[in-house]
């Protein structure tokens, strides 16, 4: 995998800074109306990616339980060395991307497993 991406995705804070760069792929689109209170939908944002620095592997590592139609729920692992952090991929239907960093503990223990054959 070379890049994450996902729309009005946020710049990573600073410690996932190190490990990913960002970068904006698309123009902005959704609601641009000036006038709307963004209630059932957010406002329009651009593509974006978080693209891994040299070192850094990602390993996507399945669906979350959360996932249905209207939600995409993903986790993914990424790895340096003998460093790996795990993260929750979050896009909902009408609303912007997020990506969250999770604990081990809190990734599902059918998805976690899956790291273990990755690596």
């Given at each position: 995998?070379?890049?994450?991406k996902?729309?009005?995705?946020?710049e990573?804070d600073?410690?996932d800074?190190?490990?990913?760069a960002?970068?904006?792929?698309?123009?902005?689109?959704?609601?641009?109306?000036?006038?709307?209170?963004h209630?059932s939908h957010?406002?329009?944002?651009?593509?974006?990616?978080?693209?891994p620095?040299p070192?850094?592997?990602i390993?996507?590592?399945g669906?979350?339980p959360?996932?249905?139609?209207?939600l995409?729920?993903?986790y993914?692992?990424?790895?340096?060395?003998?460093?790996?952090?795990f993260?929750?991929?979050?896009?909902?239907?009408h609303?912007?991307?997020?990506?969250?960093?999770?604990?081990?503990?809190?990734?599902p223990?059918?998805?976690?497993a899956?790291?273990?054959a990755e690596l």
């Amino acid at each position: 995998m070379t890049e994450i991406k996902g729309w009005g995705l946020w710049e990573p804070d600073q410690v996932d800074a190190e490990w990913f760069a960002y970068e904006y792929i698309g123009e902005p689109q959704g609601c641009k109306n000036s006038r709307c209170a963004h209630v059932s939908h957010a406002q329009a944002a651009p593509e974006a990616a978080w693209i891994p620095r040299p070192g850094v592997r990602i390993f996507w590592l399945g669906y979350g339980p959360l996932d249905r139609a209207d939600l995409t729920e993903k986790y993914f692992a990424a790895a340096r060395g003998d460093e790996v952090r795990f993260y929750r991929y979050v896009k909902p239907l009408h609303y912007w991307t997020r990506i969250e960093p999770v604990d081990p503990g809190d990734v599902p223990a059918y998805i976690r497993a899956r790291l273990t054959a990755e690596l």
